[in-house]
Nanobody, 120 residues
Framework: QVQLVESGGGWVQPGGSLRLSCAASGSIFSRYAMDWYRQGWYRQAPGKQRELVATITSGGSTDYADSVKGRFTISRDNAKNTVYLQMNSLKPEDTAVYYC?????????WGQGTQVTVSS
């Protein structure tokens, strides 16, 4: 079993920054570091489908949605079993619930989400 807990969401004015964290726990991560697997951040705005924001592969390669390129950075700390999403130059359209996930053999796990609100 794997548990993912997101944190770091909140309210921020346009142009501001937030750093989201996704802490992983469970037996699989006591045996294997997070970088054995791929993790991702997704978001879902009201009335819209969940969309991919950023991913980081087991090899450390990253990929981003066009809408966040140059503003968001995904990273991983194996020692802390945590994946981060640094979000800079935030825009009102970034408002959404942000979810992290991790791939493991045979299953993808999701966190419960953290709300990010960008408004003045």
């Amino acid at each position: 079993q794997v548990q993912l807990v997101e944190s770091g969401g909140g309210w921020v004015q346009p142009g501001g920054s937030l750093r989201l964290s996704c802490a992983a726990s469970g037996s699989i991560f006591s045996r294997y570091a997070m970088d054995w697997y791929r993790q991702g951040w997704y978001r879902q705005a009201p009335g819209k489908q969940r969309e991919l924001v950023a991913t980081i592969t087991s090899g450390g390669s990253t990929d981003y949605a066009d809408s966040v390129k140059g503003r968001f950075t995904i990273s991983r700390d194996n020692a802390k079993n945590t994946v981060y999403l640094q979000m800079n130059s935030l825009k009102p359209e970034d408002t959404a619930v942000y979810y992290c996930n991790t791939h493991t053999p045979g299953r993808i796990y999701w966190g419960q989400g953290t709300q990010v609100t960008v408004s003045s």
